[in-house]
């Protein structure tokens, strides 16, 4: 699925929403409309229109301002097939994904002779990411929205995406994660994401303080140096346990193996394991140690 029709999923997923944050005021009734547009039909690939009340809402998604044919004339050919299909003032609104090169000139208007068509642009990358992150349906868009510092940024995201509902959280999870990586390293997305999968996990948290208060317990009694090993310990009960409830019992063989990882393997194993359908799979992780 490209970036573009990701967000047009969005929007027809949740159209009051998007209404309501392009428009600036809240919107209650909306109504998504079919993209096929009638006088020698165009199809509208990464565009959403809207019925709202007494007018339509044209939102168009584009991650590079570049096209074929080019973005105002589009804009303008949208707008008079949609006004003779539906006679209603029309508000059209372009999302850009992406800042284009330096210097470049965002268009909002199409201009020849006597003919002039106005058009509104959002380049998302000048939003306040607030409105997003408190907001499960625009979750997604939040890793492309303003920010100095765009690491804490997408932790932020990561935070907010495993507070959703449950029925939810894949999904929006998926979502957050494809559109990031218009903006963020591949690895850097999985290792946060999968950092807060196990940090929200009921399992996850309840080991951790088991361990966090024997670890706490063996450093005052045995000094800093033995409460390291039992640190790395912890980690290594910590993995075995959550690789059992992930592929279920583990043979002797495996265990053994697992007490000769080093600490950075045991933490990439702990990452590796939220993947693992069966035991296969670990030993296919474990083929990539040797």
């Known amino acids: 699925m490209s970036f ?3 967000c047009k999923l969005l929007s027809e997923k949740h159209p009051v929403t998007f ?27 990464y565009v959403t229109f809207l019925q709202l009340q007494g007018r339509i809402l044209h939102l168009e998604f584009q991650t ?11 804009m303008l050919d949208y707008w008079v097939r949609l006004y003779r299909l539906y006679r209603l003032p029309i508000t059209q609104v372009v999302v850009l994904l992406l800042p284009p090169a330096p210097e470049t000139v965002i ?17 998302i990358w000048n939003e306040n990411p ?12 939040a890793p492309l929205a ?22 939810q959280r894949a999904e929006i999870s998926a979502y957050t994660q494809i559109l990031a990586g218009l903006k963020y390293k591949k690895d850097f997305i999985r290792q946060l994401f999968r950092e807060g999968m196990m940090r929200e996990s009921v399992i996850y948290q309840e080991i951790f303080a088991e361990g966090e208060q024997i670890g706490e317990q ?4 045995r000094g800093e140096q033995r409460g390291e090993q039992r640190g790395e310990q912890r980690e290594r009960s910590l993995i075995l346990r959550l690789l059992t409830r992930r592929i279920g019992e583990l ?7 697992i007490e000769t990882l080093s600490l950075e393997q045991l933490e990439n194993l702990g990452e590796a394991l939220l993947d693992f359908q069966a035991i296969a799979d670990l030993e296919a992780w474990f083929s990539t140690l040797d």
């Open 4 to 6: 573009d029709n990701l």
């Open 218 to 221: 063996r450093g005052e009694q």
């Open 146 to 167: 303003a920010t100095t510092q765009p690491q804490t940024l997408l932790k932020q995201v990561v935070e907010r995406v495993n507070q959703v509902q449950p029925g």
């Open 64 to 74: 590079k301002l570049e096209s074929t044919p080019p973005l105002p004339l589009r």
């Open 130 to 141: 607030e409105l997003f992150l408190n907001d499960p349906a625009l979750l997604p868009l």
């Open 251 to 257: 043979p002797q063989e495996v265990l053994e193996r």
């Open 107 to 123: 268009e909002t208007v199409f201009s020849v002779e006597n003919t002039r068509h106005e058009y509104r642009v959002i380049p």
């Open 19 to 45: 209404a309501s944050w392009v428009l600036g005021t809240p919107q209650t009734n909306v109504e998504v409309l079919k993209t096929e547009l009638s006088i020698e039909p165009i199809r509208a690939d």
